[in-house]
C-alpha cells in the first residue's frame, strides 16, 4: 500500500485548493458562481514583459542559467532593492527561484531542523505553517485579532520567543487580512529581535505594490539596518506584474543563508525558467507606471466590498491597507438559522451557506483565525456588484 513520508503526514492539500476546485466544479455543473478566492491578479501581464519573453526565446534564451538566477536578474533585483527599498545587496547577496514560495521553502529548509520554531503572526497564508512542517521545523502561530489590525505587537512577540525560535515571519501587507505594518510598528518589533539575537526575521514583501490611500511601504530590513545580517527580504514579480503563472520570485540577505538556500535549489528545481526570467528583467527594469494604475484600480474594488459588506447586518468589515483581500467577521452571523432549518456554528458553515448562494469565499479557519471569511477582489466590479448583492440577500433569510 502507499504509505506518505512522514515529513508530509501533517500537510494536507491546500483546502483553499478544495474549496475552489468544488466550487469550480458547481460552475461547469451550470451553477452562476462568482469565486472570490483566487491568489492572483485578474489583469493580464503587460505586453512589454510579453514581448521580452517572445524575444527571449527567438534569440535563445532557452537554456539553463546560473543556479539562482542570470546575472541579468540578480542585476535587476538589486537594481529594484536599492531603487524602491533603499536596500543595497551584493551580488552573492540576492537570489532567484521559481516564485515567492520557492524563496521560502528555500530558506526553511535551509535553516530548519527538528525542534526549531517559527513565529506566525495570525492571520497568515496557509502555506507558511506548511512549508515549515515539511522543512521539520514548529510553527508557533501567534493570534493577532480584530482588534489589533492583525497585526502583531512588541509585546506578543516578546512572549512567543524561546530558545528554538530561529525566525520571525513577517509578511506586510498580509495576504489574507490586508493588514500593513507602518515603519514605527516596525522598528517596534525590531526592538525586540535586538535582544534576541539567535532570532531571524523573513520579510514577505509579495503586496508591497498594492497598498493604499497613500501609505508609504516598510519593510523591516530598510527600517532595522542593524539587523540586515540576519534578514532575509523576499518578493517577486507574481502578484505587481500579474504574472503568477511565469513563476519568479527573489530574495535578498545575508550571502551565507543566500548560499545555502542555493544548495537546496539546485537538487530540487535547479534554475528558474530562462524565459520567465528574461521577462521578470524586463518587469523589474521597465515602465512601471502600470502597477500605479493597477493598484488604483484594487483601491476602487476595496472600497466597493468593504462598503458593502460592513451594509450586512453581522458582518465587520476592517478596511485593508493592502493586497486584494478583504478579511471579514461573520461573528455575528453564528447561531442564526439558514432557511432550511440549519445553523450556522463556524465560518465554515458561513462559507457553505454562501456558496449555496453561489458565491465563493474562503474561511478564516483556512488562515488560522476565525470566525471570518477572506474574499479576493480580484475581479471585475460587475461580479463583485453581484457577488456583494447575493450576499446580502443570503444573509438576509437567516433568523
Ligand atoms: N507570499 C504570499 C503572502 C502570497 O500570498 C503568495 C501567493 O499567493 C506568495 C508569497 C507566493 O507567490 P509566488 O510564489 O507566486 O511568487
Redesign the pocket.
Known sequence: AFRPAERIASVGVSEILKITARAGALKRAGRPMIILGA??PDFDTPDNVKEAAIRAIRDGATKYTALDGSPELKDAVRAKFERENGLVFAADEVTCG???????YNAFMATLGPGDEVVIPTPY?T??SDIVAIAGGTPVLVPCGIEAGFRLRPEQLEAAITPRTRWLLL?SP??PSGAAYSAEELEALAGVLRRHTHVWAMS?D??EHILYDGLAFATLAAVAPDLRDRTLT?N????AYA??GW???YGGGPAVLIRAMAVVQSQATSCPSSVSQAAAVEALNGPQAIVAERCAAFQRRRDLVVAGLNAVPGLQCPVPQG?FYTFASCEGLLGARTPDGGVLRSDRDVADYLLEADVAVVPGACFGLEPFFRISYATSDSELKTALERIEAACARLH
Do not use: F
Open positions: 491568489g492572483e521559481a516564485g515567492a514560495k520557492q524563496i521560502l497564508w502555506s507558511y509578511n498580509s495576504n514577505d509579495m503586496y523576499v517577486g514579480v507574481s502578484k504574472m503568477t513563476r519568479i520570485g493586497a
